[in-house]
């Protein structure tokens, strides 16, 4: 499974995606993790060395373009995290990564701010827009499963 943590642009997607698979690695199923840095900054990637956060498993450069040709999604107990750059800057990188997401997780604060860049974007795309661009693209033609919980706290 690839699971994808992206958002239009907001703070703390890197802290998330980092915990989460952490968590993955630490979970009673004992998964495999692989992770992606999609994002420029290259924190993910930055954190996982030796001298940083010397995480148990590998982080791989892949802000790219090209992230569908590059990376597949892992079969069996591996799952692959990626840390998506701020999709309302980069959308051809998160355009990529969606070509082959499994699992999108819509990242975002509990502010106004961030759930107006969601739904209704001054200059920009509306992030369940970017989601259905993607299906024609995807090998099964659908959109990925997202992960998201409505402002009632169920899923719609």
Same mark, same amino acid.
Request: charged share 25%; aromatic share 8%.
């Given at each position: $499974?690839?699971?994808?943590? $992206?958002?239009?642009?907001?703070?703390? +997607?890197?802290?998330?995606? =980092?915990?989460?698979?952490?968590?993955? /690695? %630490?979970? %009673?199923?004992?998964?495999? /993790?692989?992770?992606?840095?999609?994002?420029?900054? +290259?924190? *993910?990637?930055?954190?996982? +060395?030796?001298? &940083? =956060?010397? *995480?148990? *498993?590998?982080?791989?450069? $892949? #802000?790219?373009?090209?992230?569908? &040709?590059?990376?597949?999604?892992?079969?069996? +107990?591996?799952?692959?995290?990626?840390?998506?750059?701020?999709?309302?800057?980069?959308?051809?990188?998160?355009?990529? /990564?969606?070509?082959?997401?499994?699992?999108?997780?819509?990242?975002?604060?509990?502010?106004?701010?961030?759930?107006?860049?969601?739904?209704?974007? %001054?200059?920009?795309?509306? *992030?369940?827009?970017?989601?259905? !661009?993607? #299906?024609?693209? !995807? #090998?099964?033609?659908?959109?990925?499963?997202?992960?998201?919980? =409505? /402002?009632?706290?169920?899923?719609?």
């Amino acid at each position: $499974m690839l699971i994808a943590n $992206m958002s239009p642009r907001t703070m703390a +997607k890197t802290t998330d995606t =980092g915990w989460l698979s952490h968590a993955l /690695v %630490e979970d %009673e199923e004992s998964y495999e /993790v692989v992770g992606y840095d999609a994002d420029h900054s +290259k924190q *993910f990637w930055s954190w996982h +060395k030796p001298e &940083k =956060g010397g *995480f148990s *498993f590998p982080v791989h450069l $892949m #802000a790219s373009a090209q992230f569908h &040709k590059e990376v597949a999604s892992p079969t069996g +107990k591996t799952i692959a995290m990626v840390d998506c750059g701020h999709s309302e800057n980069h959308p051809h990188i998160a355009d990529s /990564v969606l070509r082959v997401a499994d699992l999108v997780i819509l990242h975002m604060s509990p502010t106004s701010g961030d759930y107006e860049r969601i739904s209704d974007p %001054e200059d920009a795309t509306p *992030f369940m827009d970017i989601l259905r !661009r993607s #299906a024609p693209l !995807r #090998a099964t033609r659908a959109e990925p499963h997202r992960g998201q919980r =409505g /402002v009632d706290g169920l899923l719609p």
